[in-house]
């Protein structure tokens, strides 16, 4: 049978879906990763921690699957959280640096130095990304930095999925150091109009060339298992890798140019396909691969190679978490929605979560969390929902820049990610949008699309449009409320967020 297991190793934690030939998950494993602290702005991960979750969610995964008669499994699909960078040794397999993850602005003073070096344009130009900490570049190069990683022959520079890739292929002197052109294109190193890594960037980075991975489409062999993983078997072909957000734009089946997802997670990610053409550098947004499918059959005007335009926002669930974990006013996210809903509004109470800076469209490192609107009738619960209309808010800013840039209004959004269980969230939005909003019926649709890019390469379907059939909506959100409502509560939030903006320099 056709059971395709996707790897999701995400920030918060890895896990591995299994699918069958209709895009049901059928089973699951989990595991947490632990956050490493070490200083104010910095976080960190550790390689080994990641890929031992990757192995023992496979063996898990694998186990009930074969004892329920369900293999053998015909392809495995890896998708990460992007831009965390990782440096290892191709003798040994062993990291040489603990990863520093997307989160992390330790690289945020280089970043400005390149600026002021006048780098931006031609960095906005190869890579259709802005200069920010954020990507990877910055931050392998901070790793090779003075007393750092050595660059010699033996070093492997990689994402997330290199990593993963690397080990399931036989790690120590023998793994494949490869990368899909979806996580290249994240790393400030890479262009993505030649869809090659820029060697004038590679060397402002001080970066050893031939560390870097090979870049390969996002659909096709990569490799196979080098050895078996409890039932899975060792020679089980890894064919689809492509990063988290990429993934979901893939796994929402958003083929054709302009449509549009939005996944609301730690962060929030809109990403809108845009077609075969790059596109320039749209103001706030960044421009990104979205795939590259390869040697996949192709329905007629469907290209191999897809761009999307990104929005990036840093902190949406993220502001959840610091509800539980920073006020203490709720004990789990699951409650954010039930609270929020005990009140009709927030009754003028704003929550701007700028708790790692802001992203898209503003892209501001020193904005600063903001609670504004405060009266003694003030509860938590208005300060809940103040923390989901942020998440709305936030977003239907990246929208109307995506409109600017491509010139055509969004129209239906595709949505998923932990937060989007929220009915409240998903009505606020479709209401701020003035456009329906459609929650997928496959919640996971990050490990979905990556199981989706690994089952096209080895047969399990055949075409992009038997993947558009197999998508299902689970709930509908259409607008409520007119356009002046929607204009007024925006106009709120752009007097909150006008007082977290520049916070850190003021
Ligand atoms: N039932 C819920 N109600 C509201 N918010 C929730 C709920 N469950 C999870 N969340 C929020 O969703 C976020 C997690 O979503 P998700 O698992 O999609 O994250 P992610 O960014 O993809 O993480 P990773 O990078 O680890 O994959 C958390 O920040 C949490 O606050
Ligand atoms: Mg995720």
């Known amino acids: 049978m056709g059971t395709v297991l996707a790897i999701d190793a995400g920030t918060t934690g890895i896990r591995t879906i299994a699918f069958d030939e209709t895009g049901t998950p059928v089973d699951q494993a989990y595991r947490e990763l632990t956050q490493h602290y070490p200083a104010p702005g910095w976080v960190e991960h550790d390689p080994e921690e990641i890929w031992t979750g990757v192995a023992d969610t496979l063996a898990e995964v694998a186990g009930r699957l074969d ?6 499994v015909a392809a495995i699909g890896i998708t990460n959280q992007r831009e965390t960078a990782l440096a290892w040794d191709r003798a040994t397999g062993r990291p040489r640096h603990r990863a520093i993850v997307w989160q992390d602005r330790r690289t945020a003073d280089r970043c400005d130095a390149l600026r002021d070096a006048g780098r931006l344009p031609v960095i906005r130009e190869r890579t259709g990304l802005v200069l920010d900490s954020y990507f990877s570049a910055t931050k392998w190069e901070w790793m090779l930095g003075p007393g750092g990683v050595e660059p010699g022959a033996g070093l492997a520079l990689g994402t997330v999925d290199s990593w993963v890739l690397y080990q399931l292929t036989g790690g120590a002197g023998r793994g494949i150091l490869a990368t899909d052109v979806t996580n290249a294109s994240r790393t400030l190193a890479f262009d993505i109009g030649a869809l090659a890594w820029d060697a004038e960037l590679v060397d402002l980075f001080g970066l050893p060339a031939r560390s870097l991975p090979e870049v390969m489409p996002s659909s096709g062999r990569f490799g196979v298992t080098a050895r078996a993983f409890g039932a899975l078997p060792a020679g089980t072909p890894i064919s689809g890798v492509a990063g988290d957000q990429q993934a979901a734009l893939f796994g929402q089946a958003c083929f054709t140019p302009g449509m549009t997802k939005n996944t609301y997670g730690t962060g929030s990610f809109v990403l809108m396909n845009v077609g075969s053409d790059r596109p320039r550098s749209p103001e706030g947004l960044l421009a990104t691969v979205a795939w590259d499918l390869g040697q996949v059959p192709r ?18 669930g993220a502001a959840i978490q610091w509800l539980r974990d920073g006020l203490g006013i709720i004990t789990e996210a699951a409650e954010t929605g039930p609270l929020a809903a005990t009140v009709a509004d927030t009754e003028g109470v704003y929550f701007v979560p700028a708790l790692a800076g802001m992203g898209s469209p503003y892209w501001d490192p020193d904005a600063r969390g903001a609670i504004v609107g405060l009266t003694r009738g003030s509860g938590r619960a208005h300060l809940a929902r103040s923390a989901v209309e942020a998440m709305g808010f936030q977003t239907r800013d990246v929208v109307q820049a995506m409109a600017r840039a491509s010139g055509a209004e969004v129209g239906a959004m595709r949505v998923d990610g932990g937060a989007s269980v929220m009915d409240l969230l998903l009505q606020f939005q479709a209401d701020l949008l003035q456009a329906p909003v459609a929650r997928a019926a496959v919640v996971d649709t990050t490990a979905l699309g990556a199981a989706w890019l690994a089952g ?34 925006m106009a709120g939030w752009h007097r909150a967020l006008e007082r977290a903006r520049g916070w850190a320099r003021r």
């Open 299 to 316: 329905p007629a005007g469907v290209p191999r190679v897809a761009y999307a335009l990104e929005g990036s926002v840093f902190v949406t």
């Open 67 to 72: 004892a329920a008669g369900r293999g053998p």
């Open 456 to 489: 096209l390469a080895e047969g399990v379907w055949g075409s992009l449009d038997e993947l558009s059939d197999q998508w299902r909506a689970d709930a509908r959100f259409d607008p409520g409320v007119g356009p002046d409502v929607a204009d007024a509560r």
